[in-house]
């Protein structure tokens, strides 16, 4: 498993459902590059039984990210065409409608191995034929990014794994605090607590 933190997040341009219903041609993280903090989020596949309560709950905080200056992006193999139809599925049959984060199709899957969270690889058999070794689908990655374009934390579940949305923004805040004032955040750390000076 590659480590991104501290590097530049790769660069990609891909389909997304945006607003929870536009689709989009060539969607990149750059566009945020010096506007926005950025967490992006992967999740196995749409139309599965764990991802909507994953999705539904950054949406259900979505309010706090933006007043964080923070865009949440969402990104799976699937096609845009069925981001868009479980975004137009009521929650109580399984969809995620008034979801309104740009959710990104990676269905080339490159964008996945890219940031190293695809479940899988192509592989060649003893007869030179390609095959998928594993399953071809994201892990439950999770990838903050700053102004810059830098990862500044990942973290990788197995895809029976969901997050903690309210760590996700613990992360942010401690970012921005040391951000805002050089100072590091200890074990625990909240907004609103002291950090430490670490040229002391």
């Given at each position: 498993?590659?480590?991104?933190?501290?590097?530049?997040a790769?660069?990609?341009?891909?389909?997304?459902?945006?607003?929870?219903?536009?689709?989009?041609?060539?969607?990149?993280?750059?566009k945020?590059?010096?506007?926005?903090?950025?967490?992006?989020?992967?999740?196995?596949?749409?139309?599965?039984f764990?991802?909507?309560?994953?999705?539904?709950?950054?949406?259900?905080?979505?309010?706090?990210?933006?007043d964080?200056?923070?865009?949440?992006?969402?990104?799976?193999?699937?096609s845009?065409?069925?981001?868009?139809?479980?975004?137009?599925?009521?929650?109580?049959?399984?969809?995620?409608?008034?979801?309104?984060?740009?959710l990104?199709?990676?269905?080339?899957?490159?964008?996945s191995?890219?940031?190293?969270?695809?479940?899988?690889?192509?592989?060649?058999d003893?007869?030179?034929?390609?095959?998928?070794?594993?399953?071809?689908?994201?892990?439950?990655?999770?990838?903050?990014?700053?102004?810059?374009?830098?990862?500044?934390?990942q973290v990788?579940?197995?895809?029976?794994?969901?997050?903690?949305v309210?760590?996700?923004?613990?992360?942010?805040d401690?970012?921005?605090?040391?951000?805002?004032?050089?100072?590091?955040?200890?074990?625990?750390?909240?907004?609103?607590n002291?950090?430490?000076?670490?040229?002391?």
């Amino acid at each position: 498993m590659s480590v991104l933190v501290g590097k530049k997040a790769p660069l990609f341009e891909v389909d997304a459902v945006i607003n929870g219903n536009e689709i989009v041609e060539k969607f990149s993280l750059s566009k945020f590059i010096g506007r926005k903090h950025v967490v992006l989020f992967f999740y196995p596949m749409d139309f599965t039984f764990v991802c909507p309560a994953e999705i539904i709950a950054f949406q259900d905080k979505i309010k706090e990210f933006e007043d964080r200056n923070v865009a949440v992006v969402g990104c799976s193999v699937d096609s845009v065409h069925s981001h868009y139809a479980w975004l137009h599925t009521d929650r109580n049959k399984g969809g995620i409608k008034g979801v309104t984060y740009p959710l990104l199709s990676d269905f080339s899957k490159s964008v996945s191995a890219n940031f190293d969270v695809l479940a899988g690889d192509f592989e060649y058999d003893e007869d030179g034929q390609m095959e998928f070794e594993g399953e071809p689908a994201a892990y439950r990655g999770l990838f903050l990014i700053d102004m810059q374009g830098i990862v500044r934390h990942q973290v990788v579940n197995d895809m029976s794994l969901g997050c903690s949305v309210d760590e996700v923004l613990r992360m942010v805040d401690a970012l921005q605090f040391h951000e805002d004032n050089g100072e590091v955040s200890l074990a625990d750390w909240h907004k609103g607590n002291k950090g430490v000076d670490p040229s002391h």
